[in-house]
Structure formats: structure tokens, C-alpha cells
């Protein structure tokens, strides 16, 4: 069976502070897609990266990371410098790779707040 | 956002009214989603679509049915509402194995 654990519930931090969301896997296929998405307050879900499980390289993206490791099965996001734009629900999520479609699995997400 | 229109965004009914939730795209996709968010679970699929009247269910499916009699649209269904299936939906899309994109939710409370 597939799973995604974060096991964050809800982190605050100041203004400038670095902060890293943590998501565990389980699956037992050899390829995989893990991803995250951001919910700001608005509601809406945004996607931020798609990682192939082929691929272990780390990934930046301005003050975005990701340090995907297939040893300890995480795939773990680091905010370096946030800011209070930055508050948000993040959602870790895991799928197959299929010829019809990828069902993605979700964790419960991790609730950032960013204090001025 | 990526052409997805959900509707209606808020809805309120009582129990054992039937609903109906729409999600439209306009970017010819091929694979439609239904998921629900409830505190503590994350999102969770309800039934998906791969083609026109193509349709399979997800995690959560009891109590749903889907419909997806044209490419832009995929109707979710409650035939009889219950106060479990008080939620927010989303609708999502992909095209060939491409990331998934969400439409904006709808807010459903069911008394």
C-alpha cells in the first residue's frame, strides 16, 4: 500500500528563519512520482514540484529545496529565509507512474505559519 | 489558474438531498479527479476519469457517483446527502502524465 506521513502538524516560525517540512513514503513500486503542493489561506492548491523517483538530485528553486532521499524514503522541503507570504497549509503527495493515470496519495499536510 | 471552473464554489443543503458538484476545463485534458480535503486526512480521491464516459473509482468512493459525458466536464454526485460528506471538493486535471492542477474547491456543508 501507498502512504505519505507528515508528521508536522503545524510549525511556526519568525520572519527570515529557515524552516523544513518533513514527508515520509511508503510504496512499493520501483518508480514513483512524489510531489508538493502549497494551500495558502485562500484556499486554492498550488502545485510547487514534481520529483521522478529515478532522480535523487536535489532541487532549488529561489529560496526553495528539496532533498529527496530513497534510503530513508523522505522527501523533505526547506524554506530558506521565509516569509510571512510563505504561511500555508503544504501537502506532500506520492503516485505511481502508469500509462493511464496517477492517482495521487496525499500526507495530512503541514500547517506553516510565518510570524512578522 | 489552469481553466478549471468548479461550481457552485458554496453550497449549504440538508440531509438526503441529492447534489451535484460540476468541475469544466478548457484545457482539453484528458484525465479528470474528484478529491475531497477533511481536517486530519489530507486530500483523498473520490473517482477519476481517464476519457469520455471513462470513469473508476478512488479511496473514498461510497456514497459518490461521477459522470463524464464530455471531455471539459465531470459532474460528482451525492445522491443522498449526508452530513459525513460535508467537505471541500476539489476537482483536478492532468494530460499525459504531466502534475496535476486544482481548481479552486467547492465548500459543501450538509445539516
Known amino acids: 500500500a501507498q502512504k505519505v506521513t507528515q508528521a508536522q502538524t503545524e510549525i511556526s516560525v519568525v520572519e527570515k528563519e529557515d524552516v523544513t517540512l518533513d514527508c515520509v513514503y511508503e510504496?512499493?513500486?520501483?518508480?514513483?512520482?512524489l510531489f508538493w503542493y502549497k494551500q495558502p489561506p485562500s484556499g486554492e492548491l498550488v502545485f510547487l514540484i514534481r520529483?521522478?523517483?529515478?532522480?535523487?538530485q536535489n532541487e532549488i528553486s529561489g529560496r526553495y529545496s528539496w532533498n529527496f532521499q530513497k534510503s530513508t524514503s523522505s522527501f523533505n522541503f526547506t524554506i530558506t529565509a521565509s516569509q510571512v507570504v510563505d504561511s500555508a497549509v503544504y501537502f506532500c503527495?506520492?503516485?505511481?507512474?502508469?500509462?493511464?493515470?496517477?492517482?495521487?496519495?496525499f500526507g495530512t499536510g503541514t500547517r506553516l505559519q510565518v510570524f512578522p | 489558474d489552469a481553466g478549471i471552473t468548479q461550481s457552485p464554489r458554496h453550497k449549504v443543503t440538508e440531509t438526503g438531498t441529492p447534489v451535484t458538484l460540476r468541475c469544466h476545463q478548457t484545457?482539453?485534458?484528458?484525465?479528470m479527479y474528484w478529491y475531497r480535503q477533511d481536517p486530519g486526512h489530507g486530500l483523498r480521491l473520490i473517482h477519476y476519469?481517464?476519457?469520455?464516459?471513462?470513469?473508476d473509482k478512488g479511496e473514498v468512493s461510497d456514497g459518490y457517483s461521477v459522470s463524464r459525458s464530455k471531455t471539459e466536464d465531470f459532474l460528482l454526485t451525492l445522491e443522498s446527502a449526508t452530513s459525513s460528506q460535508t467537505s471541500v471538493y476539489f476537482c483536478?486535471?492532468?494530460?499525459?502524465?504531466?502534475?496535476?492542477?486544482f481548481g479552486d474547491g467547492t465548500r459543501l456543508s450538509i445539516l
Open positions: 510504496t512499493r513500486d520501483t518508480t514513483y512520482y
Open positions: 476519469s481517464y476519457g469520455v464516459k471513462d470513469t
Open positions: 483536478a486535471i492532468s494530460e499525459g502524465g504531466q502534475p496535476q492542477h
Open positions: 484545457e482539453n485534458h484528458r484525465y
Open positions: 520529483r521522478n523517483s529515478f532522480d535523487e
Open positions: 503527495a506520492l503516485s505511481g507512474v502508469t500509462t493511464n493515470t496517477d492517482k495521487l496519495i
